[in-house]
């Protein structure tokens, strides 16, 4: 699990907040709408122009608290997102050198580009929207209550849809995540081959055989962002239809009520609004809750990354740190040369180093 620094807390606490203000007041304005209504479909001429004012109140203050969430939000992601890179490349740079070699260059890419980006997006990105939905929620079912106990059983009793429908896409979503990183990876890699050995393959007769190779790993990454796009838009679909599922037995049960006279239709409008954001608030709570569960192996693999092997690291202090005998050489450094006239049988835990001057006569 990757932890978060306290700038990094502090930052996610105050943009929950702000995120839960806000479904706060997008109820509100659906309330208030309504009352607006209300008061026109009873003719309460004295009271229309205090529910208009109050309307517009809430429209105003639901723009401020929009642009706030937005800016916060960004200063929250921007936290956590260059904390995170900075960790992964502090390790890089202190990990000793033949852990840092059991790993290819495309791979170290992969993680600034790709992985780390989608780390930002579905995981940390997703907790302010819990809460949001979670308040969501509980605000929608108190004011359901306050208007019709009848309509809120019914909605609170098919709200499981949306769990239903996003359980049976989530594995498969899953899936499609870690297989596009895979494929980012290796294309990364096929890119940075080309640019290193660009004369080589100029120079040879493979060129055709390189194009060849190069742009099916392009068509395997085009293919696997596809399917990655189908599958988080196949996820939101099922929340969608079993939104709508849940809109359409409401209005049909309200407008009976309405007929029978034991609700407004003005109240009717507010119970579809709340009918729809209980269902939005168990699909779109669970979709976020798969976003972190999916991103849970690139999560694992950052994290990872971010772990100081601390013994190995231990280890390669303390050879540093021991002392040296240092024997000059007097004869020339030429590859191969010095080993045959200076032969030595050195276990793993001794290092010999060898001083002396090339023909060109600088030191080594």
Known sequence: MIKMNKKTKKLLILTSI?????ALIILAFSYSTAKVMECAELGQTKKLPYAVLTLLGVILLGRIISLSSTAVNQWYLSSGELTLRRDIMKNILWRPIRLFRKQDDASYMNLFLNDTIMFRDHCLGSYPWLCFFIVYLIASILLLLTISPLLTIIIVALSWLPFL???????????????????????????????????????????????????QKTVDLR???????????????????????LRLISLTVGAVLVVKGHLTAAMLYAVIDYA???????SNFAYYMMAIRSTKPITEKLAKETACPVEEATLEKAMLSRSWNTIPSPFPLKTGRCMKIFPAALSRENVMQLWGKAEAGNPH
Request: aromatic letters at 10%.
């Open 18 to 22: 702000i995120y839960m203000l806000n």
């Open 165 to 215: 429908a996003d359980k049976i896409v989530a594995v498969y979503v899953e899936k499609c995540k870690t297989d596009y990183s895979g494929k980012q990876e290796i294309h990364t890699k096929i890119l940075k081959e080309t640019m290193e050995g660009y004369e080589t393959i100029r120079t040879g007769s493979s060129r055709e055989t390189f194009l060849e190779r190069w742009y």
């Open 223 to 245: 293919h696997s962002g596809a399917k990655l796009t189908f599958a988080n838009t196949l996820s939101m679909e099922a929340s969608t239809v079993s939104s709508h599922i």
């Open 276 to 282: 729809g954001a209980v269902s939005n608030s168990f």
